[in-house]
């Protein structure tokens, strides 16, 4: 809610052609979140790195987003409806199964987005970083090695942004869809209720039906009959605990990645940008850190 | 070694979705872990307990962050791998493997697949994870073929086979000779110049490197991937070009000269592309 769907925004085909649009992004209000560390904004390409960041990242992820977003929430709806279906078998309270599935949905759908997205799209931002250069006025040539530096960098301290961008996409699109994925199972459930069988004979039907599990559980293992003990939930409440990103050393897309940014929030991480670029320069050697780690 | 009693996993499967520490967890992946070849039920125990599939996938995609840049300790690495080697044992059960390819588990090992540090915490980490796919194939279960030609595990296995160790590599090998052995996985590889020309390069690549220095299980499964392809007719006219001068010649000689059932292989694949064998199939037709 609130947010661009940045699914349903296809590059519109003129943007790409006439330089006079190239400085607009699809994603809104992209160039706010743009990180343009001091280094590079007072080299000899900063003032043009500056116009044609925002529009390098938006068509970067306009041009991964979807695959990835479709693979991973498809793969992830499987795993999820499989796995909570079988957990929740005799759970009566149809909303903690709805709930589990939720969370454990976005998890993983965000998780593999994003382990996906990273390297194909710190890629594609060097890459149309380079392109949108060469056709600033000015000379750009993309052989030197210091021009080469700064489209790396510059890719580099956007890749949270833009990996935030596309988990977000990732997570929202799973949990519109696991309530389709679970409809069938929930279904089954809905109709042996109505046929006064609760939910006490599921627990072999759920099985294969030819092994001795789970009816040959413990009870503390297996779903109950009556439906799930205290601690069981806690296993897919532990799906929503989880830090999904590495920690980097500069903080300012990461923090937002984190917290799933609301459009207030975003506004707020503006404002600290905005601070955090007056004193960046000590922060060129992390950065420094974190490219030699790429490329080994 | 007789069965033991199943009661001894219990506690430690709980502790494994219920822990009062992350270190309880850790234990616990690594008793299970240690016990897996002793119980033969402990597959279904692990599926069909609550929570500890999730759990095992939670181990799995906590990691993700360490693959790039590539920062992953030994110690996570050597966890997550406890973790695999715990699905490894649902992938093999005959109860399990077919629950755990239609919930598409291993499609959260890719990544794992997908990374090229040369880092000993990545390289056990990608040869725990092509052991995972290596139990499913193992298992000449076409289902399982099926299920991998629909998903990336050729390319990435050939990537591997370029670029890994001696073992994963030998692993890489196994599992596409596998999908080559099922007529649909051959059927799909054969199917255009391009997915043969991917194999067959690679399969070359490493018959050179072999020559510089041999390792014969890997050579075995490379001979054994080059006579299969030598049953599909298109694959067997590009064989009689592409196939490396290393394995006509007697580059190999000594080091298969006790290994019979590679001998073997190897004077089949050399006669399935000979003139003799397109004169025969020719008069087999006529």
Same mark, same amino acid.
């Given at each position: 809610p609130g947010g661009p769907d940045l699914l349903q925004s296809p590059l519109p085909p003129q943007a790409q052609q006439q330089p006079g649009l190239s400085e607009q992004t699809v994603i809104p209000n992209l160039a706010s979140y743009i990180t343009i560390s001091a280094q590079i904004a007072s080299g000899p390409s900063g003032a043009a790195m500056r116009r044609v960041a925002p529009v390098a990242v938006d068509r970067a992820i306009r041009e991964i987003i979807q695959p990835v977003v479709e693979r991973?929430?498809?793969?992830?709806?499987?795993?999820?409806?499989?796995?909570?279906? /079988?957990?929740?078998?005799?759970?009566?309270?149809?909303?903690?199964?709805?709930?589990?599935?939720?969370?454990?949905?976005?998890? #993983?759908?965000? &998780?593999?987005?994003?382990?996906?997205?990273?390297?194909?799209?710190?890629?594609?931002?060097? /890459?149309?970083?380079?392109?949108?250069?060469?056709? @600033?006025?000015?000379?750009?040539?993309?052989?030197?090695? *210091?021009?080469?530096?700064?489209?790396?960098?510059?890719?580099?301290?956007?890749?949270?942004?833009?990996?935030?961008?596309?988990?977000?996409?990732?997570?929202? /699109?799973?949990?519109?869809?696991?309530?389709?994925?679970?409809?069938?199972a929930l279904n089954a459930r809905q109709k042996r209720f109505e046929q006064g069988r609760g939910y006490s004979d599921m627990i072999s039907p759920f099985g294969t039906g030819e092994g001795r599990y789970p009816?040959?559980?413990?009870?503390?293992?297996?779903?109950?009959?009556?439906?799930?003990?205290?601690?069981?939930?806690?296993?897919?409440?532990?799906?929503?605990?989880?830090?999904?990103?590495? *920690?980097?050393?500069?903080? &300012?897309?990461?923090?937002?990645?984190?917290?799933?940014?609301?459009?207030?929030?975003?506004?707020? @991480? @503006? /404002?600290?940008?905005?601070?955090?670029?007056? &004193?960046r320069v000590p922060e060129a050697a992390s950065n420094q850190a974190q490219l030699s780690g790429y490329s080994s | 070694m007789a069965e033991k009693s199943v009661e001894e996993l219990y506690p430690l499967v709980l502790q494994l979705t219920v822990p009062d520490s992350p270190e309880h967890r850790e234990s616990a992946l690594l008793e299970l872990s240690k016990k897996r070849e002793a119980f033969a039920d402990l597959a279904p125990i692990l599926w069909h307990s609550f929570g500890t599939m999730g759990t095992l996938l939670q181990e799995i995609v906590a990691i993700y962050p360490t693959l790039s840049p590539p920062n992953l300790t030994a110690h996570a690495s050597n966890r997550v791998c406890n973790a695999?080697? #715990?699905? @490894?044992?649902?992938?093999?059960?005959?109860?399990?493997?077919? #629950?755990?390819?239609?919930? *598409?588990?291993?499609?959260? #090992?890719?990544?794992?697949?997908?990374?090229? &540090?040369?880092?000993?915490?990545?390289?056990y980490l990608r040869l725990t994870s092509l052991g995972v796919v290596g139990a499913l194939v193992k298992m000449d279960d076409s289902d399982v073929i099926n299920f991998l030609l629909q998903t990336e595990i050729i390319p990435l296995c050939l990537r591997i086979m370029e670029t890994g160790s001696e073992l994963s590599k030998t692993v890489a090998t196994f599992i596409v000779q596998k999908v080559l052995l099922d007529d649909v996985g051959l059927t799909y590889v054969c199917a255009t110049a391009e997915r043969f020309y991917a194999v067959a390069t690679v399969l070359a690549n490493m018959v050179q490197a072999l020559a510089e220095q041999p390792s014969i299980r890997l050579l075995k499964h490379i001979v054994r991937c080059y006579l299969r392809l030598s049953d599909n007719l298109r694959a067997r006219e590009a064989l009689r070009q592409c196939l490396p001068d290393a394995l006509r010649d007697h580059t190999f000689a000594a080091h298969i000269k006790d290994d019979l059932t590679v001998q073997r292989w190897l004077s089949s694949l050399l006669y399935n592309i000979s003139e003799q064998a397109i004169a025969d199939m020719q008069a087999q037709r006529a």
């Open positions: 991973s929430v498809t793969i992830a709806c499987i795993t999820t409806r499989d796995l909570v279906a /079988k957990d929740f078998a005799t759970e009566p309270e149809e909303s903690r199964m709805r709930k589990a599935a939720q969370l454990m949905v976005s998890n #993983l759908a965000g &998780s593999l987005a994003l382990v996906t997205c990273k390297e194909p799209l710190r890629v594609s931002i060097a /890459k149309h970083l380079r392109a949108l250069l060469q056709q @600033q006025p000015g000379s750009f040539s993309g052989s030197d090695q *210091h021009e080469q530096h700064a489209v790396q960098t510059c890719a580099a301290e956007n890749l949270d942004l833009g990996c935030m961008l596309i988990e977000k996409a990732a997570t929202e /699109k799973a949990i519109r869809d696991i309530d389709e994925a679970l409809a069938p009816a040959a559980l413990p009870e503390a293992l297996r779903p109950k009959a009556t439906g799930l003990l205290a601690h069981q939930f806690f296993v897919y409440e532990a799906f929503q605990r989880m830090p999904r990103q590495a *920690h980097f050393p500069q903080q &300012s897309a990461h923090q937002a990645a984190n917290q799933q940014a609301s459009s207030a929030h975003m506004q707020q @991480q @503006q /404002k600290q940008n905005q601070q955090q670029n007056v &004193s | 695999l080697a #715990l699905l @490894q044992c649902v992938a093999s059960h005959p109860e399990t493997r077919g #629950l755990f390819l239609a919930a *598409h588990v291993p499609l959260y #090992l890719y990544p794992f697949l997908n990374t090229v &540090s040369k880092n000993r915490p990545f390289e």
